[in-house]
């Protein structure tokens, strides 16, 4: 039944590919701005209540779901609840939309490496680059070919062959790199303003970076949504990625060792950028409301401006800087890519046909490459044919380039209605001791046992409504009309988990 899957070669080279999955653009990016934004210290609080009460929770249940099915999203909730079967279309649907603009931006870090190369021999590049790397579509449709190429390599090689050898040189070399980075943001004159925005309760207003702090609920909503992200949750990677894992490993460990190196890779992140942006800002007499330290922008404009003003060695510090993120955004795209690789392999294993890995993922490539390049062609909506120019309607950020309706279709709608349903799915329907015997396997801890339960049962659902909610206002605006959805969905499933499941198929084999 198992044959062909694959597994991992040791338990370290699981934890690096889960690490480097969940290390992402999104620490890079998402989480130092949303901490400094949000209150610094406030938000940090926030996200690290929801990481272990939230976050911990649906690691460790999908490592285990998938290690008990030892199978991708689909046939895993398959095989354990008949009436959520549909749910593990989401855990696949999703990863697909977020790598047809993951693949973007990675294919934009191979475009910074090469200009930045250039640039040591002359003409530093500045932020200005950007706009023309996002007009230029031969160019960002090159860099996107690129970056698929190279995903497709390690996928093509395998569990142990192609995902765990990058990840086990990778994340330590991304780990060094983020390192000499750091020490050269912090040795730049005026970098403690950015550690203050990041770190001093109430200094983003104070500081003048940003106009209003934003309301508690909107800090819980953009901080789970953010956590989710980052964590590589609800999207069927840390399933895929468990049903590779022994029966042996220890899954609370695990899970805590994952949500822990994520997070503190994050605020690293944030160390090195935050202050680099800032500093470089002051420095060259621009308001601090005007730096932009969110979003693509951040990286691709701000901080290519900071290696532009940095002087002889500033090309130096760019090509390590987009390498780091480039191997960040690779080690991410590979989960992605390898739920929907697992899912074809799987599938052609149980009608009992031949499929080689190669050609599957081969396959998923092609077809992430060419939505891809529809996304990099849009150049986040610089060239004219974004959904809003084509819908003519404008509203929130949902349609103003591809790369935003991609978005808010996986993270923003996908994710946490995911989350919110496979929650519901382990209190109400399969119930949390099935999950619980295959996280504990064996040694029982009644501490966690308890803490699980009781987070399963209440938290989770009730943090994924806001979630729901923070990101529909997020996309669509409408704070009042977004929570309504939140709950009328809430409902919905409530309802969808209490009505008795005639065919009973989750109860098997769970006595
Ligand atoms: N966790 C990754 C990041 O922070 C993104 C990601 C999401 C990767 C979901 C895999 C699955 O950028």
């Not at 460790?60 to 199978?71: F, I």
């Not at 005026?190 to 702090?213: D, H, T, W």
Request: proline share 4%.
């Amino acid at each position: 039944m198992e044959n062909n899957r694959g597994s991992w070669n040791s338990n370290i080279g699981f934890l690096l590919a889960a690490i480097g999955s969940a290390v992402g653009l999104g620490n890079i990016w998402g989480f130092p701005y949303k901490m400094g934004r949000s209150g610094g210290f406030t938000f940090l609080l926030v996200y690290i209540f929801l990481a272990v009460f939230v976050g911990l929770i649906i690691m460790a249940s999908e490592l285990a779901l998938g290690r008990k099915t030892r199978k991708a999203p689909i046939a895993a909730y398959k095989a354990v609840s008949s009436k959520y079967s549909w749910l593990g279309w989401l855990a696949v649907i999703s990863p697909f939309l977020i790598m047809t603009f993951y693949s973007v931006l990675g294919g934009y870090c191979i475009y910074y490496i090469i200009i930045n190369i250039i640039g040591l021999f002359g003409g530093m590049p500045d932020g200005s680059s950007f706009g023309v790397m996002l007009t230029s579509i031969p160019a960002s449709v090159g860099v996107l070919l690129a970056f698929m190429a190279i995903c497709f390599i390690i996928v093509a090689g395998g569990v142990s062959g192609g995902i765990e050898k990058f990840n086990k040189v990778g994340m330590p070399a991304l780990f060094v790199m983020l390192v000499i980075i750091i020490i050269r943001a912090l040795t730049l004159p005026n970098a403690v303003e950015g550690l203050k925005f990041m770190f001093v309760p109430g200094y983003a207003v104070r500081g003048g970076f940003i106009e209003e702090a934003p309301s508690l609920i909107t800090i819980l909503g953009d901080a789970g949504g953010q956590m989710f992200f980052s964590l590589s949750l609800a999207m069927g990677a840390m399933i895929t990625y468990g049903s590779y894992l022994s029966k042996e490993e220890n899954l609370v460990k695990n899970s805590g060792i994952i949500v822990f190196a994520d997070t503190l890779v994050a605020l690293l992140a944030g160390i090195a950028v935050i202050p680099a942006a800032v500093a470089n800002g002051i420095n060259n007499g621009i308001p601090v409301s005007e730096i932009s330290l969110g979003g693509p922008k951040l990286l691709f404009v701000t901080l290519q401006d900071v290696f532009h003003n940095m002087g002889a060695l500033g090309g130096v510090f760019g090509i390590i800087f987009f390498l780091l993120v480039l191997l960040a955004a690779i080690s991410s795209a590979i989960s992605l890519m390898e739920v929907l690789s697992a899912h074809f392999i799987d599938k052609a294993a149980e009608e009992g046909r031949e499929i080689s890995r190669k050609s599957v993922v081969l396959k998923v490539s092609v077809v992430i490459t060419i939505i891809g390049a529809l996304v990099a062609a849009d150049g986040l909506g610089s060239n004219g044919f974004a959904p809003v120019d084509l819908l003519k309607n404008e509203m929130a950020g949902w349609n103003d380039c591809w790369l935003d309706f991609f978005d808010c279709w996986s993270e923003g709608i996908m994710m946490p209605l995911g989350a919110m349903l496979m929650a519901l799915m382990i209190g109400g329907e399969i119930g949390p001791k099935v999950m619980l015997d295959e996280i504990h396997n064996g040694e029982h801890s009644p501490f966690f046992s308890r803490f699980y339960r009781f987070c399963v049962i209440y938290i989770v659902p009730a943090v994924m409504c806001l979630v729901l909610a923070g990101q529909l206002t997020g996309f669509f605006g409408n704070q009042i009309v977004s929570y309504i959805i939140s709950a009328v969905c809430f409902i919905i499933f409530t309802y969808h988990t209490l009505i008795p499941d005639w065919k009973k198929l989750g109860q098997e084999g769970n006595e």
